[in-house]
């Protein structure tokens, strides 16, 4: 079904740590995956992407690992910097299902200096 | 490197009123999507276009409707606005529709008052 948040958790991290961001999502049926990074007032921006084929991707200092056996997804994002700071939301997708993305609950990553 | 347009940017307007936002796509691609963000939540994703032809359909209210037009902008027209309505609507755009990835613009801030 589809995944409201009412709150957002919160991750804090100091700066230069590793930050590992995590989403759980419900429709065994998904096959594509994506990481948002969402500022205050601005609209979500792609970090980077995931096919159902795959159990790992990196890119520049992020990494997403898929388990699709118990249906989990994470975003480590390594050497967190201040700019870094926002909220963070895994979507989903469902080729059958048609080109909308479903989106997670938000995490708000907190990087302390 | 080009964005995403919408516009306007913020919007005020009274119960019972019509809005329409407007949504100018990343030149070159040819799909473009709706969502609808409330406060301290996920989006929500309500329409989207592909070549010009309703291609998903989300929970949009019956209030409102969408069309892509032939330079491919779009505009969702909402009528009978509500307090509920309240809320972030963000546009975004890809090259193709399936499983492609979307880009998103900075969004309309609609406040019903």
């Known amino acids: 079904g589809e995944s409201v948040g009412l709150h957002l958790p919160t991750l804090s991290v100091q700066e230069g740590d590793n930050s590992i961001i995590n989403c759980a999502y419900s429709?065994?049926?998904?096959?594509?995956f994506i990481w948002y990074k969402q500022e205050s007032g601005k609209g979500p921006q792609f970090i980077i992407d995931?096919?159902?084929?795959?159990d790992k991707r990196q890119g520049q200092r992020v990494t997403v690992l898929l388990n699709k056996t118990v249906k989990h997804l994470s975003l480590q994002i390594a050497a967190t910097q201040p700019g870094d700071s926002a909220v963070y939301f895994c979507?989903?997708?469902?080729?059958?299902?048609?080109?909308?993305?479903?989106f997670g609950t938000g995490t708000q990553l907190k990087v302390e200096l | 490197a080009a964005g995403v347009i919408q516009s306007p940017r913020h919007l005020i307007k009274e119960k019972r009123e019509t809005a329409t936002l407007k949504c100018y796509p990343i030149?070159?691609?040819?799909?473009v999507y709706w969502y609808q963000q409330g406060p301290g939540q996920d989006p929500q994703f309500l329409i989207s276009?592909?070549?010009?032809?309703?291609?998903d359909k989300g929970s949009i209210p019956d209030r409102f409707s969408a069309q892509q037009f032939s330079d491919y902008h779009s505009e969702l027209n909402m009528s009978s606005l509500e307090l509920g309505d309240s809320a972030l609507y963000f546009c975004?755009?890809?090259?193709?529709?399936?499983?492609?990835?979307?880009?998103f613009g900075p969004g309309t801030r609609l406040l019903v008052l």
């Open positions: 429709n065994s049926a998904s096959d594509y």
């Open positions: 975004a755009s890809s090259y193709g529709s399936l499983q492609e990835t979307q880009y």
């Open positions: 995931i096919r159902s084929n795959m």
């Open positions: 979507a989903e997708n469902n080729a059958g299902g048609g080109n909308k993305l479903t």
């Open positions: 030149p070159r691609h040819d799909t």
């Open positions: 276009f592909y070549e010009k032809m309703q291609s």
